[in-house]
């Protein structure tokens, strides 16, 4: 069962970091891109950042810029998402998903794997 499994969300402080991990399960990322989405209580789901398959180029929406970084080991079979600066409008359900493809992000349309989601909370 192809499967990603998502780690690393939490409660933390305005300005404060997390680290939120994408492992993939029965599959190899090698030749996935990878994206990551969010989604808050009562508003639609937003894709915040990718990465490549074929050479780690990523991709960043504006509301993030400057305070996620997107990385891959594809030895560990992993993407990882480094935030830093968090808001409370950063809190939401985040989600990874992948897409085999040498695009540098997965299409909507076309996602072919999806993990369950972990939660982040941004409060005081």
């Known amino acids: 069962q192809l499967q990603l499994v998502e780690s690393g969300g939490g409660l933390v402080q305005p300005g404060g970091s997390l680290r939120l991990s994408c492992a993939a399960s029965?599959?190899?990322?090698?030749?996935?891109?990878i994206g990551w989405f969010r989604q808050a209580p009562g508003k639609e789901r937003e894709g915040v950042s990718c990465?490549?398959?074929?050479?780690?180029?990523?991709y960043y929406a504006d509301s993030v810029k400057g305070m996620f970084t997107i990385s891959r080991d594809n030895a560990k079979n992993t993407v990882y998402r480094q935030m830093k600066s968090l808001k409370p409008e950063d809190a939401a359900v985040y989600y990874c998903?992948?897409?085999?493809?040498?695009?540098?992000?997965?299409?909507?349309?076309?996602?072919?794997?999806w993990g369950q989601g972990t939660l982040v909370t941004v409060s005081s």
């Open positions: 990465i490549s398959s074929s050479d780690g180029s990523t």
């Open positions: 029965g599959f190899t990322l090698d030749y996935y891109a």
């Open positions: 998903a992948g897409e085999w493809t040498g695009r540098l992000c997965p299409r909507p349309r076309y996602l072919e794997v």
